[in-house]
């Protein structure tokens, strides 16, 4: 096995499976969001654009 010292790093196998069961807990605690590199991309870009998405989807459920 070679090892890739610069690449990206992978999800692990279930990623999906548990992503959704923290989703679904997370419905009944509304008002509490979750971002990190573990939901929606890995790589830097993915970051700061889920990083804007939950933060209009706070703004805007502070204004409606």
């Known amino acids: 096995m070679h090892l890739w010292s610069r690449a990206i790093h992978q999800y692990n196998l279930g990623h999906n499976s548990k992503l ?3 989703n679904n807990g997370l419905k009944s605690l509304p008002g509490l969001y979750l971002r990190s590199n573990y939901t929606g991309g890995i790589a830097l870009g993915d970051c700061v654009r889920r990083g804007t ?4 989807e706070i703004y805007q459920g502070l204004h409606t």
């Open 20 to 22: 959704e069961r923290i």
């Open 53 to 56: 998405e939950v933060a209009t």
